[in-house]
């Protein structure tokens, strides 16, 4: 008998981005992650009248904590393909759970052609990319190791780029009303040949959006 041959989480096929995914993380985010953040943390959004209509633009957030990826994709009407660290795919209930939340495998210190490849099939699909240009958490008051890459990516794909600030979510609780969370959604950045000019934009939204500092590190 023949080894299965081992699959590659580093690519997703638009065709992968299907109804039951969509409902999947529909149930995940936008029922039981909704229920915690409003019980929990008293979730506020603003600014969803800058969200575009088609899905032509890459959603790019300040990262502080696990719980902004489920946020995002709470709290915005398409479903979204988050790039995650490769190495979370190795442990197997997380392979499993964030497959079917339509993330994909990326390496952090390179952009890689399958990356590239996934961004523009998300883009046939009827979901969203999204990435932190941060690349790791960071700290609350602080954005910290800003990188090109989301930039690269936004221009490979033409692909605006949508910034999002969250402030919040690096206080874990458990009890009822005792945190609070706010998500400002910023407006559209048009992608770009100069990177440098993009990230300068992100950075500077952000700043605005959370009311962090940023730190060249």
Not at 8 to 21: C, G, P, T, V
Not at 125 to 145: N, Y
Request: hydrophobic letters at 40%; aromatic letters at 12%; charged letters at 25%.
């Amino acid at each position: 008998m023949a080894k299965k041959e081992k699959r590659n989480y580093n690519k997703r096929k638009a065709s992968e981005l299907n109804f039951w995914r969509g409902l999947f993380q529909f149930i995940v985010c936008k029922i039981f992650y909704m229920i915690r953040l409003k019980l929990i943390y008293r979730l506020e959004v603003h600014g969803k009248e800058n969200i575009p209509k088609d899905n032509c633009y890459i959603v790019c957030a300040n990262h502080m904590s696990t719980l902004d990826p489920p946020l995002i994709a709470s709290v915005l009407s398409r479903p979204v393909a988050f790039m995650a660290k490769k190495e979370l795919f190795d442990i197997k209930f997380i392979r499993w759970w964030l497959d079917w939340l339509g993330a994909f495998a990326v390496d952090r210190e390179t952009l890689a052609p399958s990356t590239i490849k996934t961004a523009t099939e998300v883009k046939k699909s009827k979901w969203l990319l999204g990435l932190f240009p941060q690349g790791t958490r960071g700290q609350a008051g602080v954005i910290t190791k800003v990188g090109n890459g989301f930039a690269g990516v936004a221009k490979i794909t033409k692909c605006d780029v949508l910034p999002i600030g969250i402030i919040g979510t690096q206080k874990a609780t458990h009890i009822p009303f005792s945190g609070k969370i706010i998500v400002n959604i910023g407006e559209v950045i048009p992608y770009s040949d100069n990177l440098d000019e993009v990230r300068e934009k992100w950075i500077k939204s952000v700043e605005k959006l959370t009311g962090f500092s940023y730190i060249d590190e």
